[in-house]
């Protein structure tokens, strides 16, 4: 009877190591990945549909307590991380997201972060979706970073691609991030 007992839980130690490694290693055929991705709650613009999953379409923005994000097919790609005391070098680090806007075509969308807990400025920036960048919004004579004051900050796209950041436009559609 031992013999017995010790030939059926070395048959399910090995089932279990088998399961284990299938589940660890993913030695699937599914396509889908097994862990859900993070869900989002609510949405400052709404879904918008697509059928193109990887050409640069933003169908969704999302700031939540860990920051910026933007969802481009089923995938969500942080733009700029939350945190509560960025360093020096603060690019792609916020404290809070003052003012965010997609451009029509929902490829450019812009943003302005606040990178100190008591500044009453916010930093603009650009983040292209077709190009996986973000572009700090700069001043085209000087080349200086664009500081905006948070309560009176307006911004919107124009249809030519565009940006108009309360007194200050884009240069051309091919370089929003240059502003004068």
């Not at 918008?48 to 933003?58: D, F, K, L, P």
């Not at 509560?84 to 806007?101: K, L, R």
């Amino acid at each position: 009877m031992k013999r017995h007992e010790q030939i059926v839980i070395a048959v399910l130690g090995y089932i279990i190591g088998f399961v284990t490694a299938f589940i660890a290693f993913e030695l699937t055929d599914q396509k889908e990945p097994m862990f859900a991705e993070k869900q989002t709650e609510q949405s400052e613009y709404g879904l918008v549909a697509s059928a193109n999953e990887s050409g640069g379409i933003i169908r969704d923005v999302i700031i939540d307590n860990e920051g910026l994000f933007v969802k481009i097919g089923t995938r969500d790609r942080i733009v700029s991380a939350s945190t509560m005391a960025p360093e020096e070098d603060f690019n792609g680090y916020h404290y809070a997201v003052s003012e965010t806007a997609l451009a029509e075509d929902q490829r450019l969308l812009y943003y302005c972060v606040q990178v100190h807990v008591d500044d009453g400025q916010c930093y603009s920036y650009i983040y292209n979706a077709d190009t996986d960048t973000v572009h700090p919004v700069r001043d085209a004579e000087t080349g200086e970073y664009v500081q905006m004051e948070i309560g009176s900050l307006d911004a919107a796209w124009k249809g030519d691609r565009t940006l108009a950041v309360n007194h200050l436009v884009s240069v051309s559609n091919e370089t929003p991030w240059m502003v004068e």
